[in-house]
């Protein structure tokens, strides 16, 4: 083999080794979500475990006008099973909802969590900073207030919370729902789930963005070269 | 078929569009304008380009209820996400264009005679063009547009006399269900005006341009064309990187959150084509201190040619062209600082950035151009 091949390999695995190190590094701590980053897209496993957490806690209180249930066949679900969820769900006039239908308010007291109105969940990831990643801090960040804090009745103590108070009571219980997949549903893995839901929610063409970007992009990236060529050749006759 | 024996089947049935096609492969131009020379026919194109697109977005937009509308368009209209990034991708290349172009205009100094003209239709242009973004920024319908339009309309009607007439006719009152309704409609209707102005810019840019010996001169096409799709091919490349992998480049994510009394922006929340004017506004304190501030900035750029005390046909000095540089950075500061990205510091950035911008143009440049002239 040719050195410079030798060299090639070294780099290569050098390369693959430092890789896999901020791959490691990533998916422990920050935590690293499928959707994050340029070529990111939607984990549709973890969208769908999401989902079931999502209808089972957040529904509860939470709307999220934008979505229809058809939207659903988009994480991978078959339009039976999206039906069938569906038909699981009472619209406002009591009738089961069908695959058209957004998903439903659900009717709290307007008194509940001292006022404080739930807000729509659709966007919620394309509204704040870092969506994902801050939905997780905060699904996981409720501790007791450090000396100091004084909380408002009803309200709870959030690290991720900017002011760090919250009216949402802590919403996750380890295995408050059963995952298909066997997953373990303790309140990490449900919190990491549902930002990923929500994250796809407020981005659902995220993966055709990506997709449809890489090939403008590569088409582009030669269509520059050509075009830079055929002008310099065109304005070399004039000299 | 040779044209000059016999009229082509189209010039002889549209006469006019012969002499287009003529006038296109004449040597006309002269020989190897730099690449930045292309900014005004980007900033045409990009139009059109906004134009093609808000024409579809305008067919799905309901201004009764703006954010729910753009929710369909960017979730149920067949790839109306992407014809929604289009038009907000296109917006910030054809900004970057215009600030580009003023930078250029400055740097050359292309705003003295004859080019006056030219330079104050650019600005009348540019101020167009800033008030037909912020409109499409209003139309968005989020709570950083709701609050935006919500200043504006009190401003306008806070104004004294035929201005204060002008604005409540402008926005029909104070916010209310009507009112985005009113600016779609500016939002067009102004858009096209912006074709106007540019068309009696490149009048008036032929008119100033000296043109070089026959012998020097070379057509449009192909050369020209040649140059103009390289710039193309560069804008829609750039233009593609920002669409698909940073599709809200430059804009406030409490945009993302239905306009409404309750969701407030800490910072301007303006997107970035818009920053340095909001942190012009916010400048001054008082009644009418917003629209004091936008105003002077604008003026002030209107009135450079006669702040410029050199004399025509004078190159710009080493001195000049730092202070502009220093200019460029200072409003990219300034709009830094008016979004809130200092964090505690943004206020005081905003007041050294801002008094600057008025220091560089009512103190230095006029000092430094009539010393650069002796």
């Known amino acids: 083999m040719r050195p410079v091949f030798g060299k090639l390999w070294l780099a290569t695995g050098l390369l693959a080794l430092l890789g896999g190190n901020a791959l490691a590094h990533d998916r422990l701590s920050p935590f690293h979500f499928q959707s994050q980053g340029l070529l990111g897209s939607t984990d549709k496993a973890a969208a769908q475990r999401g989902f079931l957490v999502y209808e089972t806690v957040c529904a509860s209180c939470h709307t999220a006008k934008a979505l229809h249930y058809r939207d659903l066949e988009a994480l991978g679900l078959t339009p039976d099973q999206v039906a069938g969820i569906a038909a699981g769900v009472k619209t406002a006039n009591g009738a089961p909802a069908t695959l058209n239908d957004t998903f439903p308010a659900p009717k709290i007291p307007a008194g509940a969590f001292g006022g404080a109105v739930p807000p729509d969940l659709s966007d919620i990831a394309a509204q704040r900073p870092h969506g994902a990643r801050y939905i997780d801090h905060l699904l996981t960040g409720y501790a007791p207030a450090p000396a100091g804090v004084t909380l408002l009745p009803s309200y709870y103590y959030n690290t991720a919370y900017p002011g760090g108070q919250l009216a949402m009571p802590p919403p996750l219980k380890a295995d408050d729902v059963t995952y298909a997949d066997g997953k373990s549903a303790t309140v990490a893995q449900q919190a990491a789930d549902v930002s990923e839901f929500l994250a796809w929610s407020a981005d659902p063409n995220l993966d055709a963005r990506h997709e449809v970007g890489l090939r403008a992009v590569l088409f582009l990236v030669f269509l520059t070269i050509i075009a830079i060529a055929s002008k310099r050749r065109i304005w070399r006759e004039t000299v | ?374």
């Open chain 2, 1 to 374: 078929m040779n044209t000059d024996v016999k009229p082509s089947w189209m010039a002889s049935r549209m006469p006019c569009l012969g002499g287009w096609w003529a006038g296109l492969t004449t040597p006309s131009m002269a020989r190897e304008a730099p690449y930045l020379a292309v900014l005004p026919w980007l900033i045409t194109a990009g139009l059109v380009f906004l134009t093609a697109s808000g024409l579809v977005l305008a067919v799905y937009y309901n201004p009764a209820d703006a954010f729910a509308s753009r929710q369909f368009i960017a979730r149920e209209v067949n790839n109306g996400w992407l014809i929604e990034g289009f038009h907000a991708t296109g917006t910030t290349l054809v900004f970057a264009a215009a600030y580009l172009l003023l930078l250029r205009g400055m740097l050359a100094r292309s705003y003295r005679a004859p080019g006056e003209l030219v330079w104050l239709l650019d600005i009348v242009a540019f101020a167009l063009l800033l008030l037909v973004g912020w409109l499409g920024f209003a139309l968005t319908g989020g709570a950083a547009g709701y609050w935006s339009v919500m200043n504006a309309t009190n401003a306008a009607m806070l104004l004294p006399g035929a201005l204060g007439a002008l604005g409540t006719w402008f926005f029909g009152g104070p916010d209310g269900p009507g009112t985005l309704a009113r600016l779609l409609v500016l939002h067009i209707a102004l858009a096209l005006v912006i074709f106007f102005i540019l068309w009696l810019r490149h009048g008036a840019k032929k008119a100033a341009t000296p043109l070089p010996a026959p012998a020097l001169r070379v057509a449009f096409h192909p050369y020209y064309t040649a140059q103009y799709f390289v710039a193309l091919v560069v804008s829609a490349l750039i233009g593609c990187v920002l669409l698909f992998f940073y599709p809200h480049f430059g804009q406030s994510p409490l945009n993302n959150v239905p306009g409404g009394p309750l969701a407030l922006a800490t910072g301007a929340g303006v997107p970035w084509y818009l920053a340095p004017l909001a942190g012009l506004s916010a400048l001054f304190h008082g009644t009418y201190g917003g629209i004091l501030g936008l105003a002077a900035g604008l003026v002030l750029l209107l009135a450079l040619p006669w702040l410029d005390r050199s004399g025509p046909g004078r190159r710009a000095g080493g001195l000049w062209r730092l202070l502009t540089w220093v200019l460029a950075l200072d409003v990219l500061g300034l709009g830094w600082a008016a979004c809130g990205a200092a964090g505690g510091l943004s206020g005081l950035l905003v007041v050294v950035f801002g008094a600057w911008y008025f220091l560089h143009f009512l103190v230095l440049t006029p000092i430094v151009t009539a010393l650069e002239a002796q």
